[in-house]
């Protein structure tokens, strides 16, 4: 078993699994409502310098999100082992 | 008379405003920016010998009241305003949107889908059957390409003839979850609420604990309360979730279901698309803010070389008419005025807004808007806002007026005190067209890129100093970066054409009358009064001419006047003759920076209230008096 990281730790190119989603009611429900949900493999496309947002890529639905530093710290996501089909 | 309403709803950047722009003949706005329709728009439409009124309302997400966007649209659905609903669905993020699609199904109300961008999606290998979709939920679904106007008549066609007949089922979950819902149904079922809001609908709202639904329960029946905690609190324990990530995760759950079962999805090439090839160069760390600069001035000078060559087309002809008639009888300062009016409209301020327009509609259609949002992100965070904040300021380049209906965006109140503040500062279309009209021409081009660039530091210097004062979390960037479109020509030009038609209606004739009465007002030498009660501003503070006091007066109504009413005033169009350098940049400066024009102080009041209003009304008088006192010791040091 893998320890659980969140969206700011992986590194620029990783992709990993949504394993759960943290804040409050209302920054659940705009996560969930903007279409990143637990199970979903994502990625990170980029990260701008100075703290500034990161560029996420939802590979199961195949859109784009910036999201602000803060808010992709309380998103945990694990990464899946090699080879491994989910 | 009533006419068939229908309303377009669907997720930002789904291609709604497209549609509604094809067969509306560009009465409302669209660009490649998620949630540019902040208020609705709407437009009769005829088929065949049938007419409707078509509303587009705002792209949202889902069916939630945190956001005023989501706020306006769920509550018009609400107020069952329109007769049929065409829910349109970006087929490129189907499943998604789906998700969307089940929460209106749970409004029970008369319902299509329209399945738009069809091609895009086969490009990305995502082939759906509307047939199969339109079986496994029960509702009409059409598929169209809006941006080619592809099986858009056949959309509203069907949609016509369905719409007496087709009302959409609320869509079933899991057992525990109906469960819960029954529980919450039964309780709230004799509630007067009940009566305007679907019953099933409401209990999902109040069983997510919906903030602004459990507050009108507790309203009208407070007792109510606790029982549906306790219905939430059995939901939490049986899925060890949150109770809004429950009934989400149903949905979502459900919206994969029905993909996998209508969608094949063949696999996506490897290669790096496009879009990720560009987005490497445009939101480099570097590279991005050296483009996101070229891209910003280049779009100013640009708008100088096209507006000063026009300008320059048609200035010497009314030139020439307005001599031809002064002082020719009583009725001169009328004919005066009425040509004097008609030239400041097409010979001043149309050149210049014509290239300005056309580009900032380029940009926005293009999806440049996202990107330059998260690329100044982190330092919007300094001024204590974030990312989105930049989208109205950019739509304000154009007018101030959408670029605070713009603001509506912003999620956290305080974020959107300072953006509305902050958006009445930017210099609007007609505030470059003196800017360019007078600094650019006579002081160069140079002067002008300086006078812009100032702004944004006052503007940086001004947000920062509030967030000092007004300390509070900003709630952080989360924004969708759309693909890259690009737009058609013709579309581009219709976007800009409907906007000029703005300025021809509304500001024209202000225009016109305002110069009309300013050669009566000359005619009566009532002009000297104004111009003696402005004169310790103007001569003392500022050392212009006594003659400029009207115009400032006026300027108040529109910022395009104080150039118009400049050259009436002064009597030439040879402005170098009677004003020094020193005095065009002071006269500049401190027009670009005083109150906002009457349009812009009456959707701040309506978007923001009284206390944001007036905030910006003292802000940019005060920063115009200091800023053009400051000028002048400027244009003493450099100019002459």
């Known amino acids: 078993m893998k320890v659980n990281k969140n969206l700011c730790q992986l590194a620029v190119g990783q992709e990993a699994v949504i394993v759960s989603i943290g804040g409050g009611h209302g920054f659940r429900s705009r996560i969930l409502s903007m279409g990143l949900h637990l199970g979903d493999r994502i990625k990170v496309l980029r990260a701008s310098p100075f703290r500034g947002p990161l560029l996420i890529e939802n590979l199961d639905q195949g859109f784009c999100l910036a999201l602000g530093r803060g808010m992709a710290a309380k998103v945990l996501v694990k990464i899946p082992e090699e080879g491994a089909s989910e | 008379m009533s006419k068939k309403v229908i309303a377009l709803v669907g997720q930002p950047n789904c291609g709604k405003s497209t549609l509604f722009n094809v067969v509306a003949g560009y009465k409302a706005s669209t660009g490649n920016f998620p949630g540019v329709t902040v208020s609705y728009a709407e437009s009769p439409v005829t088929l065949g010998e049938t007419t409707f009124r078509l509303v587009d309302l705002p792209g949202i997400y889902s069916l939630s009241t945190r956001e005023p966007a989501e706020r306006v649209t769920l509550e018009y659905l609400l107020r069952k305003e329109s007769h049929f609903v065409i829910n349109v669905i970006d087929a490129t993020t189907m499943s998604r949107s789906l998700e969307l699609t089940l929460q209106l199904m749970e409004l029970e109300l008369p319902l299509m889908i329209c399945l738009n961008m069809v091609d895009e999606a086969e490009k990305k290998g995502i082939f759906i059957d509307p047939k199969a979709l339109e079986r496994e939920l029960g509702i009409p679904v059409m598929t169209t390409v809006a941006s080619k106007g592809w099986g858009v008549r056949e959309l509203f066609v069907r949609a016509l003839e369905v719409m007496d007949e087709v009302k959409a089922k609320p869509p079933q979950y899991s057992l525990h979850v109906e469960r819960e819902i029954g529980r919450v149904e039964s309780f709230i079922m004799n509630l007067k609420l009940a009566k305007r809001i679907p019953l099933r609908f409401l209990a999902l709202k109040l069983l997510e604990g919906d903030e602004y639904f459990t507050s009108l329960v507790r309203e009208e029946a407070p007792h109510l309360i606790p029982e549906i905690e306790e219905c939430i609190n059995r939901l939490v324990e049986s899925h060890g979730q949150p109770p809004e990530m429950v009934i989400s995760g149903e949905r979502h759950a459900l919206a ?85 009016g008609i030239a400041g409209g097409v010979g001043i301020v149309l050149p210049y807004l014509i290239p300005l327009l056309f580009l900032l509609s380029l940009l926005e259609d293009i999806g440049y808007l996202p990107r330059a949002a998260f690329l100044l992100d982190g330092l919007m965070h300094r001024m204590g806002l974030h990312g989105k904040s930049v989208i ?34 930017i210099p609007c279309s007609a505030r470059t067209s003196v800017i360019l009209g007078l600094q650019a021409k006579y002081l160069g081009p140079l002067w002008a890129m300086a006078l812009y660039l100032v702004n944004i530091l006052v503007l940086g210097f001004v947000g920062f100093l509030i967030s000092r004062f007004h300390k509070e979390e900003s709630p952080g960037l989360i924004l ?130 009284w206390k944001v209003t007036w905030a910006s009304a003292l802000l940019n008088t005060s920063l115009a008096l200091v800023l053009a006192f400051l000028a002048r010791f400027v244009g003493m040091a450099f100019l002459h």
């Open chain 2, 392 to 425: 109205p300021f950019i739509l304000g380049y154009g007018c101030n007026v959408p670029s605070i209906m713009a603001a509506r965006i912003i999620e956290s109140p305080r974020d959107r005190f300072i953006t509305l503040l902050l958006a009445s500062l």
């Open chain 2, 480 to 609: 969708e970066i759309p693909p890259y479109r690009l737009p058609t020509f013709a579309s581009l030009w219709k976007k800009t054409w409907h906007r000029l038609k703005d300025f021809a209606i509304y500001a024209w004739p202000i225009i016109l009358a305002g110069s009309i009465v300013l050669e009566v007002l000359t005619y009566l030498h009532v002009d000297k009064v104004i111009n003696t009660l402005l004169a310790p501003l103007t001569v003392w503070l500022l050392g212009l001419p006594v003659a400029v006091g009207v115009t400032l007066f006026f300027g108040i109504f529109r910022k395009e006047l104080t150039l118009i009413m400049l050259f009436q005033a002064l009597g030439t169009f040879n402005i170098q003759n009677v004003l020094t350098h020193t005095q065009i940049l002071v006269f500049v400066v401190f027009v670009t920076f005083y109150i906002p024009c009457l349009s812009t102080v009456a959707v701040l009041w309506r978007e923001g209230g």
């Open chain 2, 256 to 340: 994969m279901h029905l993909f996998e079962r209508v969608a094949k999805v063949t696999a996506r090439a490897e290669a790096p698309s496009f879009r990720e090839k560009l987005d490497a160069v445009v939101m480099h760390p570097i590279l991005g803010y050296i483009i996101l600069a070229g891209v910003f001035f280049g779009l100013l000078y640009l708008t100088f070389f096209v507006g000063s060559f026009l300008a320059d087309q048609v200035a010497g002809p009314f030139d020439r008419l307005t001599q031809l008639f002064q002082g020719k009888g009583a009725w001169s300062p009328f004919v005066v005025g009425v040509i004097q």
